[in-house]
């Protein structure tokens, strides 16, 4: 488990990390999202120990990660892929890392297999492309066989095929039980893989919640409602607005005989419609997808917004899913 | 593909690690790249080129008769920056294209793996200094012709001192290349060290200027290693050079521990 409490990290006047105070969990997934400059690689510097903390402290299983005796074999990390000796081959690169850790070479070699650079192994990482980086980047988290995982946008630069090896491979580590932290942009590849979310825009924690929990939160998420008979479709409407005692409830006429209904449940309006005995041919749930939930969430924390970029405008429902 | 193979029976119980895993890693690092080859040729090209014209200058000049290991020692001055060389980019190429951050992820302790980047470079700074030491007296002697006396017990002496003075180069070095991070400022800073500031003062002269100058690392080497009396024993000039390696040394400390990685 990585515990952060009252992290925070200052560059002169810029705050980078404000006051982060949560907890990564054991068994699961956990996407670490933010736009541009939301500070998730200091973060995970600071959890890794490279940055010092202007305040509060970062802990991996109770412990300062200097403090842990084989680090290598606790926590395994992928941040920028491409901070290697040009001229060292990636066997060697691993070698020094696992002799670091008073792990046997034998293992250099299974990562390496794992990974599928066994072939390129004794070659210069220098004449590396993108996703053979990362790959290596891969083999030396896995090296140690830790319990705790933190990738920084590891899918940067990976082929189709890469992603979904990066998908399983993250979900495989959290099924059998260790902590993974993953930041990525990517939000459709974030929504198949994550669990749970911590969401931080400026520095500022924004969100810490589940996947399903935050997609259902969301305002993009609605119940959708068709019957045969306008007529009855507009008592039905006029019911949910004016019996509601819920006034985040709000009903959009898609047209005659259909309608959107935001700010409730598909249980409330089905008990509606049942209780006026209205006919219906269509009764389900839109859900948002992440990218839609996310864009709501920061739209004010971008900080660097492309000028006409529709960030911040409520979006359509896109994605929708069968209840 | 997408499993991991069941590691446990590779990787074995944790043991290892530690300084000594640390020192292993740097070992490995240091001779995964060609650079350290690179230095070890100049080395060999440096002592043999500069030693033969000592000894010859000499035998021609017809100088005092003088321990055959003074044309290596002597030849220290230029043969230092080969040693310089290669404890810089030990730390410098690691900052340049930051893999640091690795190293410090694999050995998170500050003062281990500072500890362990200095052994290693003072260990193989050492050795390469008896390499090229042998070398050197082996060049000097035919080309000194006579004019110079040929002692075991001297020559490991004066061999032993050369090395042990490239040995706290090597740690100097590496403590302001810790400090410094960039190979172009550690390389002037320590440039300006070991050499131009004993030229500069030298060349200035003057009692004062030559006291300070004898309290440089450079010239108190020189007095160890040549084993002169004046104008301290030749202990005291070893004592000089390791305080100044210990103050690189614990100054490249104390950034490490405060500076981001
Ligand atoms: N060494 C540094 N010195 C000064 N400012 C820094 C430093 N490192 C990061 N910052 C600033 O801290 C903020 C957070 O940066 P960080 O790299 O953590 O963001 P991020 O969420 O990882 O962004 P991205 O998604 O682009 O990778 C940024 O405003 C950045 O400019
Ligand atoms: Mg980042």
């Not at chain 1, 250099?108 to 790959?135: H, I, N, P, W």
């Amino acid at each position: 488990m990585i515990t952060l409490r009252g992290l925070t990290k200052r560059y002169g006047d810029t705050v980078a990390v404000d006051n982060l105070t949560l907890d990564v969990r054991e068994g699961r997934v956990t996407g670490f999202l933010g736009p541009n400059g939301a500070g998730k690689s200091t973060t995970m510097r600071m959890i890794l120990g490279l940055d010092r903390p202007s305040r509060g402290e970062a802990l991996i299983g109770g412990r300062p990660y200097a403090a842990l005796r084989h680090p290598v074999r606790e926590v395994g990390a992928l941040l920028d892929a491409k901070a290697l000796h040009p001229a060292r081959s990636a066997r060697d690169h691993l070698l020094a890392m696992a002799r670091s850790n008073g792990i046997p070479a034998r293992r250099v070699d299974e990562v390496l297999e794992t990974v599928g650079l066994a072939k390129v192994a004794r070659r210069r990482a220098g004449g590396f492309s993108l996703g053979m980086y990362q790959r290596l980047g891969v083999a030396g988290a896995l090296l140690g066989d830790p319990r705790v995982l933190i990738f920084d946008e590891p899918v940067n630069g990976l082929d189709p095929d890469g992603v979904r090896w990066i998908r399983e491979l993250t979900r495989n580590l959290a099924d059998e039980g260790r902590t993974v932290f993953l930041s990525s942009h990517l939000m459709s590849e974030m929504q198949l893989t994550a669990d749970q979310l911590v969401i931080i825009g400026r520095g500022t924690l924004l969100a810490n919640t589940s996947m399903s929990e935050f997609l259902a939160n969301s305002a993009a998420t609605a119940v959708r409602v068709r019957g045969p008979e306008p007529g009855s479709i507009a008592m039905l409407r006029h019911r949910l607005e004016s019996h509601s005692a819920d006034p985040a409830v709000r009903v959009d006429v898609v047209s005659d005989t259909e309608l959107v209904v935001r700010g409730t449940t598909v249980e409330f309006v089905g008990d509606v419609a049942h209780a006026l005995a209205v006919r219906l041919h269509e009764l389900r749930t839109m859900s948002a997808s992440l990218e839609q939930a996310y864009m709501e969430l920061t739209a004010e924390s971008v900080e660097y917004a492309v000028p006409g970029s529709t960030a911040g405008a409520n979006p359509s429902p896109r994605q929708e899913a069968q209840v | 593909m997408s499993t991991i193979t069941s590691p446990q029976r590779t990787l074995g119980r944790p043991r290892g690690g530690g300084l000594a895993g640390a020192v292993a890693s740097e070992w490995t690092k240091l001779w995964s790249v060609r650079n350290p080859w690179g230095c070890v040729v100049a080395g060999l090209g440096l002592m043999s080129v500069f030693t033969y014209y000592y000894a010859a200058i000499a035998r021609i000049n017809h100088k005092p008769i003088q321990p055959v290991a003074n044309a290596p020692v002597t030849a220290v001055i230029l043969v230092q920056f080969v040693v310089v060389a290669l404890a810089m980019t030990m730390v410098t190429n690691e900052y340049a294209n930051g893999s640091v951050r690795a190293t410090l992820l694999w050995v998170p302790v500050r003062a281990r793996m500072l500890l362990a980047k200095t052994l290693v470079a003072g260990g193989v700074s050492f050795v390469l200094g008896l390499v090229l030491g042998v070398l050197g007296v082996a060049i000097a002697w035919p080309a000194f012709g006579g004019h110079a006396t040929f002692g075991l017990g001297e020559v490991a002496s004066q061999l032993l001192k050369m090395s042990a003075y490239l040995a706290l180069v090597a740690v100097l070095t590496v403590g302001t290349a810790v400090a410094l991070r960039s190979e172009a400022s550690t390389f002037a800073a320590v440039f300006f060290l070991l050499a131009a500031l004993p030229t500069v003062l030298v060349g200035i002269g003057g009692e004062f200027l030559t006291t300070v100058n004898d309290a440089l690392p450079q010239s108190a080497g020189n007095h160890f290693a040549l084993g002169h009396t004046d104008p301290y024993p030749p202990e005291v000039g070893f004592c000089v050079v390791l305080g100044w390696a210990v103050l690189a040394h614990v100054v490249g400390l104390t950034v490490l521990r405060r500076r981001d990685a």
